[in-house]
C-alpha cells in the first residue's frame, strides 16, 4: 500500500517574508547595539568618577565652552586619566622606593581590625584575576561526571598543591565543571590527571559549546593536522540515521520483503 504524498507546504505571504525579515535584522543588530550602548555606559560612568578630580583649567570640555561657547561632551577623558594613572602607578610601584611605600601602608592597613579582612580578600582576589601573563583555565578537557560511562566538558584550573596534592600519590589537578547555559557557576572538582581527557580546542570553543548546550560545535582543532582520527571516521558504517529517513524505492514502496528467498536458495 501507498502512502499518499504530503500536501505542499504553504506559501508565506509578504507578512510573513517581512516578519522574518524583521526578526533577522532584529538578530544582527541587537548584538553590535547592545555592545555600543554597554561601552558608551562604562566609558561615562567612568569619566562621572575622574572628572571631578580634574582641574577646570585642564578639562578640554570646559576649555571648550569657554573659549567657543560650546557645550560638547568629550566621552573618554577620564578612560584615558585612570589608564594613564594606572599605568604610572604601577611603573612606580615595581621600583625599590614604590615597593617600600606599598608595604609601608599594607603594614598600616592591617593593624586596623574591620580593614584588614577586607583588604587581604580583595588583594587575593585581585591578585589571582589580574595576574599579569596568566589565563583563567589552562585547556579544556573532558571528565566522567556525574557517574561513569557519562562525560562532562571541564576547564583545567591549576595542579593541586599543598593539603590536597600531600594527601594523594598520583598528579591531582583541579578542574572547573560549568552549568549550562551559564558557565559561572558549576562545581570544583579535584581528579587525578590520568582521569581526565584533554581536548584539543580552545578554551573559548568548549565555552561556547557550554553555553550554547551543544548546538555551536567547534572544530577539531586540528592545526598541525596531528590529530589521531576517530574510530568513527576510519570505519564505514552501515544503517546511518539518513539511510533509515530515506525516502524508499519504488520497486519496495509496496513494503515487501526485498530480501532474497532463502528457500529458493536452498532449492538452487
Known sequence: ?????????????????????????????????????????????????????????????????????????????????????????????????????????????????????????????????????????EKACLVEYPRKGIWAIAFISTDAKGEIAARHDTHMISVFLPTTPNPTSGFLLFLPLEDVQILKMSVEDAAKLVISAGLVYPGTGDVNHDRVPDEVETLEIEGSAA???????????SGRDTRPDSRQSESA
Open 243 to 253: 539511510d533509515l529517513f530515506a525516502p524508499a524505492d519504488d520497486d519496495d514502496s
Open 1 to 137: 500500500m501507498e502512502l499518499p504524498e504530503p500536501p505542499p507546504p504553504p506559501k508565506r505571504g509578504w507578512i510573513s517574508s517581512l516578519q522574518a525579515s524583521f526578526f533577522t535584522g532584529l538578530i544582527v543588530i541587537a548584538p553590535i547595539g547592545l555592545t555600543i550602548w554597554l561601552i558608551w555606559t562604562v566609558i561615562g560612568w567612568i569619566d562621572s568618577w575622574i572628572l571631578p578630580w580634574l582641574p577646570a583649567d585642564y578639562n578640554p570640555a570646559i576649555l571648550i565652552r569657554d573659549y567657543f561657547n560650546i557645550a560638547v561632551d568629550i566621552r573618554g577623558i577620564g578612560v584615558a586619566i585612570f589608564l594613564l594613572s594606572t599605568v604610572i602607578v604601577g611603573w612606580v610601584a615595581k621600583g625599590l622606593i614604590g615597593r617600600s611605600l606599598i608595604r609601608t601602608a599594607e603594614s598600616l592597613v592591617l593593624t586596623i581590625p574591620g580593614v584588614r579582612s577586607l583588604y587581604s580578600g580583595l588583594k587575593q582576589i585581585a591578585e589571582t584575576v589580574l595576574a599579569q601573563g596568566k589565563s583563567s583555565f
